[in-house]
């Protein structure tokens, strides 16, 4: 029985949140874990001793807090359902996350990449470019990038309609540097489309089974454009250039609710990731800009000297 509303819930988020492939493999691996050991009638204590469990053998927080997470999703859709009559998971607590911040390039490494892409053989140079181009002037997620339609950027259109996270679509501008090197790919993307109906569909057609280029090629790409501008690859991937596409912004005055609309965040929680970013752009601003703020030493107060008590007058005897 465990099994089967494992397979109801997974049927559930595919339906009602359209969860990509990988989501549901994901959540189907974190969820068996758990359920063979404790299965669906699992109590809150089992939750407990299951985290403390994964505590004990090494597994990182964040892990871990995903793990709590897939088991608190598929518990509250079983009480919600009528299957339970309770959520064990209710009033667990998520392990404590150590603060993080996103690991951004800097706009010179960002220009230096898009260079070495175009220092790579004919056949992957305008691919390379092409790709960059949008995952920084964009700031798409690779899944995003890799499935965009054939006909997702005209002539001239400063933007374009994406589709997100459950498939939730938004406008994102698209600057005419990242139009120009699309244009640069057709041909070779006609090539590798070559033979596959369903590659037609999209912007970087593939004759793998998708029919169009996979994320996994597209991290291979941006590693090879890495290799060729003398960065360190493993610091370069698609999720890095999105990282990078939103510290930029701020850095350059853009706002978080603003930002958070051209990432396509659901909630602007998840976008105040990049605050300690805006909070040293605005200490940099205030230490550049304030009269006060310079670095001559602060003027010394000169404070003034204490008046001398008057003397007491000696007391005369009575006559």
Same mark, same amino acid.
């Given at each position: 029985?465990?099994?089967?509303?494992?397979?109801?819930?997974?049927?559930?988020?595919?339906?009602?949140?359209?969860?990509?492939?990988?989501?549901?493999?994901?959540? $189907?691996?974190?969820?068996?874990?758990? #359920?063979?050991?404790?299965?669906?009638?699992?109590?809150?204590?089992?939750?407990?001793?299951?985290?403390?469990?994964?505590?004990?053998?090494?597994?990182?927080?964040?892990?871990?807090? &995903?793990?709590?997470?897939?088991? &608190?999703?598929?518990?509250?859709? #079983?009480?919600?359902?009528?299957? $339970?009559?309770?959520? =064990?998971?209710?009033?667990?607590?998520?392990?404590?996350?150590?603060?993080?911040? =996103?690991?951004?390039?800097?706009?010179?490494?960002?220009?230096? #990449?898009?260079?070495?892409?175009?220092?790579?053989?004919?056949?992957?140079?305008?691919?390379?470019? /092409?790709?960059?181009?949008?995952?920084?002037? +964009?700031?798409?997620?690779?899944?995003?990038?890799?499935?965009?339609?054939?006909?997702?950027?005209?002539?001239? /259109?400063?933007?374009?309609?994406?589709?997100?996270?459950?498939?939730?679509? @938004?406008?994102?501008?698209?600057?005419?540097?990242?139009?120009?090197?699309?244009?640069?790919?057709?041909?070779?993307?006609?090539?590798?489309?070559?033979?596959?109906?369903?590659?037609?569909?999209?912007?970087?057609?593939? @004759?793998?089974?998708?029919?169009?280029?996979?994320?996994?090629?597209?991290?291979?790409?941006?590693?090879?454009?890495?290799?060729?501008?003398?960065?360190?690859?493993?610091?370069? +991937?698609?999720?890095?250039?999105?990282?990078?596409?939103?510290?930029?912004?701020?850095? $350059?005055?853009?706002?978080?609710?603003? #930002?958070?609309?051209?990432?396509?965040?659901?909630?602007?929680?998840?976008?105040?990731?990049?605050?300690?970013?805006?909070?040293?752009?605005?200490?940099?601003?205030?230490?550049?800009?304030?009269?006060?703020?310079?670095?001559?030493?602060?003027?010394?107060?000169? &404070? =003034?000297?204490?008046?001398?008590?008057?003397?007491? &007058?000696?007391?005369?005897?009575? =006559?």
């Amino acid at each position: 029985m465990t099994a089967h509303w494992l397979d109801i819930f997974l049927e559930m988020l595919a339906a009602e949140r359209n969860a990509a492939r990988n989501t549901l493999l994901a959540y $189907r691996a974190d969820l068996s874990d758990f #359920l063979t050991q404790h299965g669906a009638e699992a109590t809150a204590d089992d939750v407990r001793d299951y985290l403390h469990h994964l505590a004990a053998s090494g597994l990182a927080a964040r892990s871990q807090a &995903r793990k709590l997470s897939a088991i &608190r999703q598929f518990f509250r859709f #079983l009480a919600r359902e009528g299957y $339970r009559a309770d959520d =064990p998971t209710e009033l667990i607590d998520s392990p404590r996350l150590p603060p993080s911040l =996103p690991k951004a390039l800097t706009e010179a490494e960002v220009e230096a #990449l898009i260079q070495g892409a175009e220092r790579l053989p004919p056949t992957r140079a305008p691919l390379a470019v /092409a790709a960059l181009e949008l995952l920084y002037a +964009s700031g798409l997620r690779a899944s995003e990038l890799v499935t965009l339609p054939a006909g997702a950027l005209r002539q001239n /259109a400063p933007l374009i309609t994406v589709r997100g996270k459950g498939g939730k679509e @938004r406008l994102v501008p698209i600057s005419r540097r990242a139009r120009e090197a699309v244009a640069e790919t057709a041909g070779e993307a006609e090539r590798r489309g070559r033979g596959h109906v369903q590659a037609a569909r999209y912007l970087f057609p593939s @004759r793998g089974k998708a029919g169009h280029f996979t994320r996994q090629g597209l991290g291979l790409l941006l590693k090879e454009a890495a290799l060729a501008a003398g960065v360190d690859p493993e610091r370069v +991937s698609p999720h890095v250039l999105r990282h990078s596409f939103a510290t930029h912004l701020l850095g $350059r005055g853009a706002d978080l609710r603003s #930002l958070q609309t051209l990432l396509g965040h659901a909630d602007i929680v998840t976008t105040q990731i990049y605050t300690k970013v805006l909070d040293e752009h605005l200490r940099r601003l205030v230490e550049t800009h304030h009269p006060l703020a310079t670095e001559a030493p602060a003027p010394r107060i000169m &404070r =003034p000297e204490p008046r001398p008590a008057p003397a007491r &007058r000696k007391k005369r005897d009575s =006559p």
